[in-house]
């Protein structure tokens, strides 16, 4: 009689484990699909950060070479956006894929 009732609290808890499992794998808001989807995305955005990153370093370089020099910033304002003078005219030799050759 004991053994009955220990082998029945035994299997109920394990079906009570089964289903919890179940429950948390496929039906919770936490569920295993979401959580992969979200970790994939952390990853994503972890790239695009660092890419960011890395563009925000180069600017903040270019900016210091441009700010500190007026001989480089009219060069730079001239090659960047294509700035002129007063009664000048700027030509852009352009390649096969309509890249300036000089950069």
């Known amino acids: 009689m ?3 009732i220990l082998r029945y609290v035994r299997n ?3 079906a009570t ?3 919890l499992l179940a429950w948390m794998t496929f ?4 569920d295993l699909p ?13 790239g695009e950060a660092k890419f960011y990153q890395a563009r925000i370093k180069a600017v903040q370089t270019e900016r210091q070479e441009v700010l500190g020099n007026d001989r480089l ?3 730079f ?3 960047k956006y294509l700035m002129k003078k007063v009664g ?10 309509n890249e300036p050759l000089e950069k």
Request: glycine residues 4%; aromatic residues 16%; proline residues 0%.
């Open 73 to 75: 910033r009219e060069k």
């Open 12 to 14: 109920f808890y394990v």
């Open 2 to 4: 004991f053994n009955r």
């Open 27 to 30: 039906f919770d808001a936490n």
């Open 34 to 46: 979401t959580q992969i989807r979200n970790w994939w995305k952390l990853r994503e955005l972890d």
């Open 17 to 19: 484990g089964l289903g």
């Open 77 to 79: 304002a001239r090659e």
């Open 88 to 97: 000048e005219d700027v030509f852009v030799i352009v390649d096969e894929q």
